[in-house]
């Protein structure tokens, strides 16, 4: 690393012996929801776009039921399944699709 010592109308240049430590980026990871975050995949090492795949769970076979309950039941009690805010959602990295993690509603 160079840098200018002096004053006035002279000035001499130095070489610093010493090496800075290198530069690491720290990211905050948020915790899985339904919609793709960006993390890092711990088998390829890269930053991606989680790709997310969604999947029947729980809240949407009790939606399924409750709704068969309350007399939705010419198909009508099968719209949960085709609602995804209401299914399991499985993030994958794009790159080498390992799953990173899955987000359960219950």
Sequence with gaps: TLFKVGGGGGYTLYQ?????????????VSPLGDSPVQISCPSCHQTVLSKVDYSAGLLTYL??????????????????????????????????????GVYKRL
């Design 16 to 28: 610093s012996s010493t090496s800075f430590p290198p530069c690491f980026c720290v990211a905050t």
């Design 63 to 100: 939606f399924c039921g409750g709704l068969f309950f309350c007399g939705f039941v010419l198909g009508c009690c099968l719209i949960p399944f085709c609602v995804d805010r209401l299914k399991d959602a499985k993030h994958t990295c794009p790159t080498c699709k390992t799953v990173l």
